[in-house]
């Protein structure tokens, strides 16, 4: 089966412009994760949706927002850009049975966010 | 604070060696472990999951072990070859509430021919 789609995988902003990054997830996993991995902070927690709502929130600033569709695909938003915000930002989906005491993550490739 | 460490520095090994690497935890009740690869540019690949109760878990050339009075996890390679060069990441998921695993920064191995 397909994995997880994001898109775009490279893109280039300046500061104060505003991006939004597309995540498609496995078919049948219906929660989708968003990290951003920086090379000084590693893994970094977002935030989580699940049947179109946000689940989990990481410690981040209200400029990153998310969202999630009917069909499970989610988009991660970014406002008014900083320099800072360069990084690899990950989606992974998940059946996220919370049941059974563990979230086996499926990544997609990232996509590349570099701001001038 | 809860902490999850993994060595910053490369592991550097030759060939036919077995890979070592830690992930050491502090302030966490983890109910499970679980490893990761990533290779460069490239989203982390699921590779192995051990839940609190079990000492050790093999897939293949794969091993885990967890010991949560150690507060450790050691993730061994065996018969390493250069294909197996990347980083690998620890993740904790703790029972309760959020089940988001945390990830550690991950340990970069390089296995030289």
């Known amino acids: 089966k397909a994995g997880v789609t994001q898109t775009p995988r490279y893109l280039i902003k300046t500061r104060g412009q505003q991006v939004t990054l597309s995540c498609s997830p496995i078919?049948?996993?219906?929660?989708v994760s968003w990290y951003q991995q920086t090379p000084g902070q590693g893994l970094q927690f977002l935030f989580e949706y699940f049947s179109e709502t946000q689940r989990n929130k990481g410690n981040f600033p209200g400029r990153f927002s998310g969202r999630q569709f009917s069909n499970s695909r989610s988009e991660m938003n970014v406002s008014t850009l900083e320099l800072g915000d360069s990084a690899l930002y990950l989606c992974?989906?998940?059946?996220?049975?919370?049941?059974?005491?563990?979230?086996?993550?499926?990544f997609g490739a990232g996509s590349r966010l570099t701001v001038l | 604070s809860q902490k999850i460490e993994q060595n910053s520095e490369a592991l550097n090994i030759q060939e036919g060696k077995t890979a070592t690497l830690t992930c050491n935890y502090t302030n966490y009740s983890p109910a499970y472990l679980q490893w990761y690869r990533q290779d460069p540019g490239r989203g982390p690949v699921f590779l192995l999951l051990?839940?609190?109760?079990?000492k050790e878990k093999r897939k293949e050339r794969l091993k885990v072990t967890f010991d949560t009075t150690l507060k450790q996890s050691l993730f061994h390679i065996t018969a390493s070859q250069p294909a197996d060069s990347a980083t690998y990441l620890c993740?904790?998921?703790?029972?309760?509430?959020?089940?988001?695993?945390?990830f550690g920064r991950g340990t970069s191995l390089i296995v030289h021919p």
């Open positions: 051990i839940r609190e109760n079990e």
């Open positions: 992974a989906s998940s059946l996220a049975q919370q049941l059974s005491g563990a979230n086996v993550l499926t």
């Open positions: 078919s049948g996993h219906r929660s």
């Open positions: 993740a904790l998921g703790t029972s309760g509430g959020s089940y988001i695993p945390t």
